[in-house]
């Protein structure tokens, strides 16, 4: 079982639909980072959380320590938000490295 | 941006060829990461750096080696390229608190 799970892995919206991506995992952390790729493109940090909730835009983070999950909102989603995002752990270690779930892909059409 | 680069952006080799991936950043940042990004297995840890000559391995580290010699410069290297790291590597560095910022990317594709 993968320590970071997310879903769904594919995802396909039509412009203005509010979307939601989940994140559950199963491993002690320091902090949980949502990050978008967009096709062929590098990878950009959206945002780092470790409690509550965090906003910027049209973007919303939440995270629940107790239930190990988080979810990624999309208000008015735009074609331009077609992208994969990708959840990610910080351990507990002092390595710091992320524990990677495997993405999901948005297609949002207009 | 976090100043990072990498070099090359893609490269093409054969079966059996080294070849070294560089990562470069511009703003003294202590630790650095290599990944690798595969279809289905999402991104993995290969090795890591804490300092100067400090690495570790991660996850996938088997065939792979890693040098810093500068604070600024990590070095992947595949010693004997084979066809199952055709990859698109990623390299990262931690800035503050626990925040990474990645590279933007290199594509190998051994033949």
């Known amino acids: 079982k993968n320590e970071v799970e997310q879903s769904p892995q594919n995802l396909t919206a039509q412009e203005g639909e509010f979307i939601t991506i989940n994140c559950s995992y199963s491993v002690g952390i320091s902090a949980l980072h949502w990050l978008q790729q967009h096709p062929g493109g590098g990878i950009v940090s959206l945002f780092m959380?470790?409690?509550g909730k965090k906003k910027h835009g049209r973007l919303i983070a939440t995270i629940n320590i107790q239930e190990k999950h988080s979810s990624l909102h999309i208000t008015a989603s735009h074609p331009r938000d077609s992208a994969v995002y990708i959840c990610?752990?910080?351990?507990?270690?002092?390595?710091?490295?992320?524990?990677f779930g495997k993405g999901t892909k948005l297609s949002v059409k207009p | 941006d976090a100043g990072i680069t990498q070099s090359p952006r893609h490269k093409v080799t054969e079966t059996g060829t080294p070849v070294t991936l560089r990562c470069h950043q511009t703003?003294?940042?202590?630790?650095m990461y290599w990944y690798r990004q595969d279809p289905g297995h999402g991104l993995r840890l290969i090795h890591y750096s804490y300092g100067v000559k400090d690495t570790d391995k991660g996850e996938v580290s088997d065939g792979y080696s890693v040098s810093r010699s500068k604070t600024e410069d990590f070095l992947l290297t595949l010693e004997s390229a084979t066809s199952s790291q055709t990859s698109v590597y990623f390299c990262a560095i931690r800035g503050q608190g626990l925040a990474q910022y990645f590279g933007p990317g290199t594509r190998l594709l051994v033949l």
């Open positions: 703003e003294n940042h202590r630790y």
């Open positions: 959380l470790s409690s």
């Open positions: 990610a752990v910080t351990g507990g270690g002092s390595q710091g490295n992320l524990i």
